[in-house]
Every structure is written in C-alpha cells, then in structure tokens.
C-alpha cells in the first residue's frame, strides 16, 4: 500500500505543480487512504486545500497530519511546516470568515502545540513571519469583527469616481429609450424580447418581486410594468412588486413626483367630474409631452408642486400609500421645486404615422398639442383653425387664421415648468434646449400602448390624436395602481446608480426602511452605464444586488458614443479589460448580450464559485494590474462629443474590485497578497499601461512589456485615506506600513478656496466641465515643474522619475466645484504635517489632457483645516 500511495502522491504532486489543486487534493486523499499512518499525506492535502483558499478545511487537515506526527513521534521538519501553514491558514482563514473564533477554541489545544514549531525558527524565517503575522490578525480579530459594520457603511459612503470641475448635471427631461414591459422585453425590437415567464416563479418569488430602474430619468417605464394581469388567478394576491426609481438628477425626480400625485388624483378618484378628471389627465399630458400647457393646466400643475413641497417638507406619510420618496432625496428634489416655484415666474424631421401627420401641421404653427374636445371650448381660437386643418376643401385657408391661434397661445399657455432645472441645459436666457422632435415621443409611445394591448379596445381619436395616445398610456398606469392597490410600492431614490447600489449591498442605505428590497429581480440602467465604466462598474454594483443567479438580469443599452465602437467585444474590453466570455472566471457574472448599438446584459453567477471555474493565478494577477493602471493611468478620450467616452473610476472602486473578487470565490491570499505588494510598493509587472486615446483595441489584451518593477508610492497617501476608513471591512489580512494612518481618526480634512478665476481658460470655458477626469497632484516645488508631473504621470508609474517620494496624487477627492469655488480632500495627520513642514503644494489635474488646470498651485498654508 506504501508503494501505491507514493505514486498518488507522485501524481498529485504533478497536478499541483501545474496548479490544479483540487485535482491535486483529490489524489492527496487517495494516497492518504492507502497509507492512513503517514502524517505527509494530510500534510499534502492541507497544502493544496490552502492554495484552494479553503482555510477550515486546510486547518483540519494541518491538524490531521499534526495528530499522526505524535502518534508516529516523528520529529521530521515536517512539524515546521505544518506550523507555517497553520499560522498563513489560520490567518487567512480568520480574516474571511471561513474560520470562526471558535472553531480555533475547539482546537487550542493542538495550535498551540504546532505553533510552539514556529518559535524555534529563525528571526527572519518564513515561519517567523508569518507567526508574527497571524498573531498580529488574531489580536485584532474582535476589533475588526465589530467593526465591520460601521467600516462597510463608511467604504460605501466614499465617492467612487474621479471629480468633474462642474457639478451640474445634464438634464433630459425627454428619455431617450423607448417604453418597455421589464417583464416582458427591454423595448419593442424583435430582438428585445426577453420574458421573465412570471406563471413559472415560485409562490416565495413571486411575494418579492423587485425591478429597479436607474437614470429613471422620465419615468416612462413605470407605467408599462401590468404584470399582474398576466398572472393565473391563483397567483394574483401572491404578487408583491416594489420599483425602485433612481435617477442622479434630482429635477428629473421632482418631475416624476408630481406627475405621480397628479396620477394618484385619478387612481383615488376624489368624487371629480369628468371634466375635471380630463383636465388632470390633459395637465399630465401636457407636463410629460409638451413644451408649453394651458393656462388652467399650468395652474394645476403649480398647485401639485405646491402640494409635494409641503409632503417633503411635513408630512412625507401624506404621500400617496404605494409611494416612498427616500429621504435622502427629499433635500433635492425640493431644490427643484423651488425653482419652479419661485423662480420661474410667468415667462413665457422623422417621418409622423398618418394618425399624427394632420395634428404635425397644427403643431408647426401653433407648437402646441390639440386639446380633447370638452376642453377646447377654453380655446376658440383653435377651432376654426383645426377645423380647416382637418377640411381638405378648406386647408389652403387655414394658414391666415394661424396668427390668431398663435396669439392665443402666447396669452394664455404657459411653458412647461418640469422642463426647468436649476443648473443645466439652460439656454443664455434661462431657458432648456428643446431641440427634439416632439412627435418621436408621442410615436415611441403610440406603438407602445399598441404593443402593450392599451389601444387594443380604441383607436386614435382623429379630434385630438397625441392626447388619446398620452391618455391611453396614463389611464393604463392608473388602472395597473388601482388593481394592484396594496400590492405595489414605488420608490424614489436620488443619487449616483453605482454609488446607491454599494450602499445597498455593503449595508450603508440606512434611509431606505429595513423591508426594502437589496436584491433585484430585474434592472434596467438606460445609458447609465455610458458615464460609468461600462460592465465594469455594473459588474461591481449591480450584479451583485441581482436576487437569482442565472434567472435576475441587469441590462442596459449604449447611446453617448455608439458610433466609436468596433462591436460588442471592444466595448466590453475598453471597460473591464476583458473579453465577454471571460467575464465568468474573472467576474463572475455572465455577458449573454453584448450588442453595442442595442442592448447589453448581465447574469450573476452562483458564488463562491469554484477555483477551478476562476481565472489562474498569474491572468488573475495581470487582469488587476491591468485594471489598477489603468485607474492611476487611464487612457486619453476621444476628443470627439459623439466618441467621447468616460473612465471615471477612482482607488475606491479598486478596493470595492478587490472585495468584490474575493466574494466570488478568489482565495484571500491571493488578494491580500497583490495589495500588500502595492503597500510595500513590490510590484513587477509585465503589464503596461495603455497611452492612447479610447477605445482600447482588443489587441491590448495581450501585449506584454519586459518584467519590471513599478514604482506605486505616489498614490499610497490615496490608499491611506480610503484604507483608514474602510480596514476592518476588508475580508482579507493587509498590512498596513507603520506611516500609514490606521483609522479615520488620524486622518485630517482640508479645504483651499478655489473660485473659476483660478481655473485656466480651457477648463473654465472650453473643455467639457462634466466629465470625472480630475485628480489633486501634491509635490515639492524645488524638485518639479507642474506640467512635467502631470504631462508625465506614466513615467511616475514607470519609476522614470527621480525623488517620486516628493510626489502624491490622489484619485478620491471629497469635493471639487469651480462654481462653489472649493477644493476638499482628506489626508493622513502624519503625512500633511510632513508636506506642511516641507512646503508642499497642490495642484488640480486632469487626466484627459495631462495638465494642471489652475493658474497658480495652492501653496500648504492656504490648505485650510476643515473640522
């Protein structure tokens, strides 16, 4: 049995030289079975269960072969390894979860006896270290354990890209997708159907049924989701649907707001005449197509803004029983309302269907939609104009009663408030861009509500066409609440998609009740993803908060720069620096679409996942270094507004990266070990960063530079910040070097008034102020020239540059508005008092076009001390 034994072990042995060790521990356990006396067999097996990162069972095989040394009294050197191993196992295995504090209480007594092994090494030997370094884990064992909570929510509160220098967002207040039934498809195209089957959910999947909507923007979808009617009637009161509504800009928000509680006025009814219920559905109509309303619509919709300022303000319980406006968005969305408010005042292409071609003739004179026909006798002046219109015999005539119809508008309609947002998309004048083709929104929805079965029992009314279409999709959202009544919640959540959903899933969402969902069963994200890294962010944020690996999708679609792509592979590299097919093994999710110019989707994969279905080590350490340099050293954009593309990704998201990868399935020691390699400032690489303008051609993925080490100190004050807030909330062991701070306590705030004087002219007037491009470069100003460090930031990578421990850049910076005229930033107490008594300076940077972007650099004594 001896021989038999020794020629598994031979056999495993090649298997774990060629990193299969599962295979290889498989053959370990064989041999162990043929020789169950022998202590180097389980010593084997732990060896391979370690590189599995399977720690508990690695310590049991450790203690195993510990338990046969004895029984054997076999004083090999065999011991002091079994010692090191259990010290990396136990360190490892500890800081992840996989061994509980009390699994080392049932065993103390024989770690203790195999840690003794550890201290007649020498000083400076592996067995030495590593001792040191468990014992170092095991001490802050409690400390991180109850910490880990609070450390998460502060990880997630951090900012996850690089600043703009403008925070003004973009507002579209016309979407830009066509309406979809999330259930059902993610829009009309043939090739856009996708059903979830909801008659196949189980009873416990139907009760929890989550969709979540990010860049929301006009709320178009919500409306479309009837599920329930298509549900057996066994299954209805089963069905619970929560809809989270999350869009970044708050006027888009405040909007879908008031057009809800003026939809909550025809779902409760309220006694209204019909009159009156037609004047509320033509003030939706006119707030969510129109450009500008009538005059009485204009009231009513003043009167609702009115109204949702005081339920933000006071009663948030007031507002209707299937809506919930987070509270962290309440101080936003009344900004918006304000200004609509107060602000205001009184200031005044493609082919149509043939439904629409007689009204399209109206609008280009009058530019306003017809109203139905109860409401018209408001507007005489309309109806000889549009009586001409419709008359063939009489249309040559209608153009010398325009005039009246015009003045009539210009008296008695108002413009559309919801189309005024506080900080963008302002004309000099104060008012939007409406450079849209009105009649492609009312088409999108017409032959949504014909795909969606809501004209199915009426046609277009030829009196007042684009009204019946709005009416026929809004009485549909109306009769979908009043079915659905107790069985449906809407919810409102201001803020950045990737930012929101790290809140969720590391448990820092403490506005949002206790009850509501983290996990979805499905998510559409429009263009988000646009402004966002791509699947890379998603993959980081979204997948994970999807509810059933295989079943829950995230998708989206690519609208900004659609026309810079050479396909769906280039797409997906430029972001991940990955092919789709490898998303699984790096990942760990699942591209099934990637279709550039229509949609693209995502699939969460059941994790942990096995090492054998994840990526090898040495791919698994390129890819991260990959992404790492690509964050420190992104690639230029495309100068191009149709081509230009973003990469926005800062440190922060590099440590929610490599939290992320351990959750599905990446050993510990893997990770810990890249990241204390950074930390020491160890790496070599063969990787190289890409210089070029975006996109990254596929190409990138294999070349390869000679070995060398790379110089990672300038951005170890950026890992500082964000490893003193968030350390016990990492599942891996990390070192900290003894000059970083070890809490948010040692960290200091500072601030330095930077008003848009001191911005040079391209970035103040010219470059685009709203893409995250900016960094803060700190440095000693005898040793540099400004531009040269930021001309150069790759040969700072590189280690070309000499005296780069002169030299800082931090990618997380708290806040930077040249509006405000503020720069905030945080640093560690040791190292600001060291740049402080050495005369640094700081300076904006930005990364598209390599420059500093101020005047002049702030010297450290205005760097202002913000308590």
Same mark, same amino acid.
């Given at each position: 049995?001896?021989?038999?034994?020794?020629?598994?072990?031979?056999?495993?042995?090649?298997?774990?030289?060629?990193?299969?060790?599962?295979?290889?521990?498989?053959?370990?356990?064989?041999?162990?079975?043929?020789?169950?006396?022998?202590?180097?067999?389980?010593?084997?097996?732990?060896?391979?269960?370690?590189?599995?990162?399977?720690?508990?069972?690695?310590?049991?095989?450790?203690?195993?072969?510990?338990?046969?040394?004895?029984?054997?009294?076999?004083?090999?050197?065999?011991?002091?390894?079994?010692?090191?191993?259990?010290?990396?196992?136990?360190?490892?295995?500890?800081?992840?979860?996989?061994?509980?504090?009390?699994?080392?209480?049932?065993?103390?007594?024989?770690?203790?006896?195999?840690?003794?092994?550890?201290?007649?090494?020498?000083?400076?030997?592996?067995?030495?270290?590593?001792?040191?370094?468990?014992?170092?884990?095991?001490?802050?064992?409690?400390?991180?354990?109850?910490?880990?909570?609070?450390?998460?929510?502060?990880?997630?509160?951090?900012?996850?890209?690089?600043?703009?220098?403008?925070?003004?967002?973009?507002?579209?207040?016309?979407?830009?997708?066509?309406?979809?039934?999330?259930?059902?498809? /993610?829009?009309?195209?043939?090739?856009?159907?996708?059903?979830?089957?909801?008659?196949?959910?189980?009873?416990?999947?139907?009760?929890?049924?989550?969709?979540?909507?990010?860049?929301?923007?006009?709320?178009?979808?919500?409306?479309?989701?009837?599920?329930?009617?298509?549900?057996?009637?066994?299954?209805?009161?089963?069905?619970?649907? @929560?809809?989270?509504?999350?869009?970044?800009?708050?006027?888009?928000?405040?909007?879908?707001?008031?057009?809800?509680?003026?939809?909550?006025?025809?779902?409760?009814?309220?006694?209204?005449?019909?009159?009156?219920?037609?004047?509320?559905?033509?003030?939706?109509?006119?707030?969510?197509?129109?450009?500008?309303?009538?005059?009485?619509?204009?009231?009513?919709?003043?009167?609702?803004?009115?109204?949702?300022?005081?339920?933000?303000?006071?009663?948030?319980?007031?507002?209707?029983?299937?809506?919930?406006?987070?509270?962290?968005?309440?101080?936003?969305?009344?900004?918006?309302?304000?200004?609509?408010?107060?602000?205001?005042?009184?200031?005044?292409?493609?082919?149509?269907?043939?439904?629409?071609?007689?009204?399209?003739? /109206?609008?280009?004179?009058?530019?306003?939609?017809?109203?139905?026909?109860?409401?018209?006798?408001?507007?005489?002046?309309?109806?000889?104009?549009?009586?001409?219109?419709?008359?063939?015999?009489?249309?040559?005539?209608?153009?010398?009663?325009?005039?009246?119809?015009?003045?009539?508008?210009?008296?008695?309609?108002?413009?559309?408030?919801?189309?005024?947002?506080?900080?963008?998309?302002?004309?000099?004048?104060?008012?939007?861009?409406?450079?849209?083709?009105?009649?492609?929104?009312?088409?999108?929805?017409?032959?949504?509500?014909?795909?969606?079965?809501?004209?199915?029992?009426?046609?277009?009314?030829?009196?007042?066409?684009?009204?019946?279409?709005?009416?026929?999709?809004?009485?549909?959202?109306?009769?979908?609440?009043?079915?659905?009544?107790?069985?449906?919640?809407?919810?409102?959540?201001?803020?950045?998609?990737?930012?929101?959903?790290?809140?969720?899933?590391?448990?820092?969402?403490?506005?949002?009740?206790?009850?509501?969902?983290?996990?979805?069963?499905?998510?559409?994200?429009?263009?988000?993803?646009?402004?966002?890294?791509?699947?890379?962010?998603?993959?980081?944020?979204?997948?994970?908060?999807?509810?059933?690996?295989?079943?829950?999708?995230?998708?989206?679609?690519?609208?900004?720069?659609?026309?810079?792509?050479?396909?769906?592979?280039?797409?997906?590299?430029?972001?991940? @620096?990955?092919?789709? @097919?490898?998303?699984?093994?790096?990942?760990?999710?699942?591209?099934?679409?990637?279709?550039?110019?229509?949609?693209?989707?995502?699939?969460?994969?059941?994790?942990?996942?096995?090492?054998?279905?994840?990526?090898?080590?040495?791919?698994?350490?390129? /890819?991260?270094?990959?992404?790492?340099?690509?964050?420190?050293?992104?690639?230029?954009?495309?100068?191009?507004?149709?081509?230009?593309?973003?990469?926005?990704?800062?440190?922060?998201?590099?440590?929610?990266?490599?939290?992320?990868?351990?959750?599905?399935?990446?050993?510990?020691?893997?990770?810990?070990?890249?990241?204390?390699?950074?930390?020491?400032?160890?790496?070599?690489?063969?990787?190289?960063?890409?210089?070029?303008?975006?996109?990254?051609?596929?190409?990138?993925?294999?070349?390869?530079?000679?070995?060398?080490?790379?110089?990672?100190?300038?951005?170890?004050?950026?890992?500082?910040?964000?490893?003193?807030?968030?350390?016990?909330?990492?599942?891996?062991?990390?070192?900290?070097?003894?000059?970083?701070?070890?809490?948010?306590?040692?960290?200091?705030?500072?601030?330095?008034?930077?008003?848009?004087?001191?911005?040079?002219?391209?970035?103040?007037?010219?470059?685009?102020?709203?893409?995250?491009?900016?960094?803060?470069?700190?440095?000693?100003?005898?040793?540099?020239?400004?531009?040269?460090?930021?001309?150069?930031?790759?040969?700072?990578?590189?280690?070309?540059?000499?005296?780069?421990?002169?030299?800082?850049?931090?990618?997380?910076?708290?806040?930077?508005?040249? @509006?405000?005229?503020?720069?905030? /930033?945080?640093?560690?107490?040791?190292?600001?008092?060291?740049?402080?008594?050495?005369?640094?300076?700081?300076?904006?940077?930005?990364?598209?076009?390599?420059?500093?972007?101020?005047?002049?650099?702030?010297?450290?004594?205005?760097?202002?001390?913000?308590?």
């Amino acid at each position: 049995m001896a021989a038999q034994a020794l020629e598994l072990k031979e056999k495993g042995n090649v298997k774990f030289r060629a990193r299969l060790y599962r295979e290889a521990a498989n053959l370990y356990m064989q041999a162990e079975a043929a020789s169950p006396n022998d202590a180097v067999y389980p010593s084997n097996i732990s060896a391979a269960l370690f590189e599995l990162g399977d720690y508990n069972a690695c310590l049991q095989a450790i203690l195993c072969a510990s338990n046969k040394l004895k029984a054997s009294q076999d004083q090999s050197s065999l011991s002091e390894r079994l010692s090191t191993r259990l010290a990396k196992a136990l360190t490892y295995g500890i800081r992840s979860g996989k061994i509980t504090l009390d699994d080392v209480q049932q065993n103390a007594e024989l770690i203790d006896e195999l840690s003794k092994e550890g201290v007649k090494a020498d000083a400076g030997s592996e067995a030495t270290l590593v001792r040191k370094e468990w014992h170092r884990v095991s001490s802050e064992a409690e400390m991180v354990k109850s910490g880990a909570a609070v450390a998460r929510k502060r990880l997630a509160g951090l900012p996850i890209f690089k600043r703009t220098v403008d925070t003004g967002l973009e507002y579209y207040s016309i979407g830009h997708d066509d309406p979809m039934s999330i259930v059902d498809d /993610w829009g009309p195209g043939p090739d856009e159907k996708d059903s979830m089957n909801l008659n196949k959910l189980s009873t416990e999947q139907l009760s929890r049924l989550a969709f979540l909507f990010g860049g929301v923007g006009d709320g178009r979808f919500f409306g479309l989701n009837r599920a329930h009617a298509k549900l057996e009637t066994s299954q209805q009161s089963q069905f619970r649907v @929560h809809l989270t509504l999350l869009d970044i800009q708050p006027t888009a928000l405040a909007r879908d707001l008031c057009l809800f509680l003026l939809i909550d006025e025809l779902v409760e009814d309220h006694g209204h005449s019909e009159e009156t219920r037609l004047e509320i559905m033509a003030t939706i109509f006119y707030a969510y197509f129109g450009v500008v309303m009538p005059s009485y619509c204009h009231q009513r919709f003043c009167e609702v803004v009115r109204r949702a300022m005081h339920l933000l303000q006071n009663d948030l319980h007031g507002l209707p029983s299937w809506l919930y406006v987070n509270t962290e968005a309440v101080a936003g969305l009344l900004d918006s309302l304000r200004h609509w408010d107060e602000d205001l005042g009184s200031r005044t292409v493609e082919p149509v269907p043939r439904e629409f071609q007689l009204e399209k003739a /109206w609008y280009n004179s009058a530019r306003v939609f017809m109203p139905p026909l109860t409401l018209r006798k408001a507007h005489d002046e309309f109806l000889v104009v549009w009586a001409a219109i419709q008359d063939p015999s009489r249309r040559s005539s209608a153009g010398g009663l325009v005039k009246e119809a015009q003045a009539h508008v210009f008296d008695h309609w108002e413009p559309n408030p919801s189309l005024f947002d506080l900080v963008t998309n302002r004309r000099v004048n104060g008012y939007p861009d409406m450079g849209f083709n009105a009649f492609s929104n009312i088409d999108a929805f017409y032959h949504a509500c014909r795909r969606l079965g809501l004209l199915s029992n009426k046609k277009v009314d030829p009196d007042c066409p684009c009204f019946s279409v709005g009416q026929a999709f809004f009485s549909g959202v109306v009769d979908a609440l009043k079915t659905l009544k107790g069985q449906i919640k809407v919810e409102i959540v201001y803020g950045e998609l990737s930012h929101e959903l790290a809140k969720m899933g590391l448990g820092g969402d403490g506005s949002r009740p206790d009850d509501f969902p983290k996990k979805y069963s499905r998510m559409w994200m429009s263009n988000v993803p646009d402004y966002t890294q791509g699947a890379f962010n998603m993959a980081i944020y979204a997948v994970p908060s999807l509810q059933d690996p295989l079943v829950s999708t995230a998708a989206f679609n690519c609208l900004l720069n659609t026309g810079i792509w050479d396909g769906g592979e280039e797409l997906c590299y430029t972001y991940t @620096h990955l092919l789709p @097919h490898e998303l699984p093994s790096f990942l760990g999710c699942r591209m099934d679409k990637f279709d550039a110019w229509g949609y693209i989707t995502l699939k969460r994969l059941p994790t942990p996942n096995s090492l054998h279905d994840l990526a090898p080590h040495n791919e698994f350490t390129a /890819w991260l270094t990959r992404v790492l340099f690509a964050i420190l050293v992104p690639p230029l954009l495309s100068q191009s507004m149709m081509g230009r593309t973003y990469y926005p990704s800062n440190l922060v998201s590099f440590v929610d990266l490599l939290i992320h990868v351990h959750n599905i399935g990446f050993p510990s020691h893997w990770i810990a070990g890249f990241l204390s390699d950074i930390l020491a400032n160890k790496v070599t690489s063969d990787v190289s960063p890409f210089m070029g303008r975006t996109p990254i051609p596929v190409s990138e993925r294999t070349r390869r530079v000679a070995q060398r080490k790379v110089n990672l100190q300038p951005w170890h004050a950026d890992l500082e910040n964000i490893l003193a807030v968030s350390y016990p909330a990492l599942p891996f062991p990390v070192r900290l070097p003894d000059d970083f701070a070890k809490s948010e306590d040692d960290l200091v705030a500072f601030s330095v008034d930077a008003p848009i004087s001191c911005f040079d002219h391209a970035t103040a007037r010219i470059l685009n102020p709203v893409i995250p491009v900016m960094a803060l470069l700190f440095f000693k100003p005898d040793k540099y020239l400004s531009n040269a460090l930021a001309n150069n930031v790759d040969a700072l990578l590189e280690g070309l540059i000499k005296n780069s421990d002169c030299v800082q850049i931090l990618t997380m910076v708290d806040e930077l508005d040249m @509006h405000k005229g503020v720069i905030r /930033w945080r640093m560690g107490k040791q190292r600001a008092a060291k740049m402080k008594a050495e005369a640094w300076v700081m300076g904006p940077y930005r990364f598209d076009e390599r420059e500093i972007v101020v005047k002049r650099l702030f010297s450290c004594g205005e760097w202002k001390e913000v308590k």
